[in-house]
């Protein structure tokens, strides 16, 4: 069942988690621990400076490859639904935005669902819960 919040982001949402997917696919040894660290550096940085795009390097303690290149992927993914950026698929293909960009606030919201789905979903199922559970779920 979901809520106002993910119907009214449900895109938003599943271009992260797709993202999350993609990298959980390519690196299985990413964790749900991993992935948190990695979206709680997000929201700071759009916290800290809502206006600008987020660092592209990834903050210093995030310190496993693991982390650093879920950051720039899912840093990608937000920077283009904030139409910042343009988003390259691994084929050169160049992504484009035609739907409304949302906001800074919109995309730490998004990122902070996200989180408490990982939370929610690594005490039901262990180190790769949530992980598990999306990669079940979302494409």
């Known amino acids: 069942m979901t809520n106002k919040f993910e119907e009214e982001y449900l895109d938003v949402l599943q271009n992260l988690e797709i993202t999350i997917v993609y990298n959980y696919e390519n690196y299985p040894d990413l964790t749900d621990w ?45 920077e283009w639904r904030l139409d910042r950026a343009t988003l390259i698929d691994e084929s050169s293909q160049i992504f484009v935005l035609d739907m409304s960009p949302i906001t800074p606030e919109e995309i730490i919201a998004c990122l902070k669902r996200i989180r408490q789905s990982v939370k929610f979903w690594s005490k039901e199922g262990g180190r790769r819960g949530y992980l598990e559970f999306i ?3 979302v494409k």
Request: include cysteine.
């Open 34 to 78: 991993n992935v948190d660290r990695v979206l709680e550096a997000l929201v700071r940085a759009y916290q800290r400076s809502p206006t600008k795009p987020a660092a592209e390097e990834p903050p210093s303690h995030l310190t496993s490859l693991l982390e650093q290149n879920l950051y720039r992927k899912v840093r990608a993914v937000c």
């Open 135 to 137: 990669k079940k779920n």
